[in-house]
């Protein structure tokens, strides 16, 4: 079976863009890529996220067309930003 490269690209404020890429066996096999490096990056990212802050992965191909798209925000009413 061949595999596929995809792009997980994140928007944290910043734009990291994937240049390298990640093959994949599969549309599971990256689904469940992109959700184990989304909660890798928010993990490291939990200690001093910020208020308010829209956190995203958007999943590509190598014709850079969106294939998946996660979002996150932490909203703490009453905290201070």
């Known amino acids: ?3 596929t490269r995809y ?3 994140v928007m944290d ?6 240049e390298e ?6 549309w599971e096999d ?6 184990t490096m989304a909660g890798h990056c928010l993990r490291d990212l ?4 910020p208020n308010g ?3 995203q992965m958007v999943v590509t191909n190598e014709a850079r067309e969106t294939l998946l ?7 703490e009413p009453g905290a201070r930003s």
């Open 53 to 55: 802050l829209e956190w």
């Open 13 to 18: 404020g910043k734009l990291i863009v994937d």
């Open 1 to 3: 079976m061949a595999s």
């Open 69 to 75: 798209r996660m979002r996150f925000s932490l909203s």
């Open 30 to 35: 990256m689904r469940m890529q992109a959700i």
């Open 46 to 49: 939990a200690p001093k996220y």
């Open 7 to 9: 792009f997980f690209t």
């Open 21 to 26: 890429g990640t093959l994949c066996s599969s």
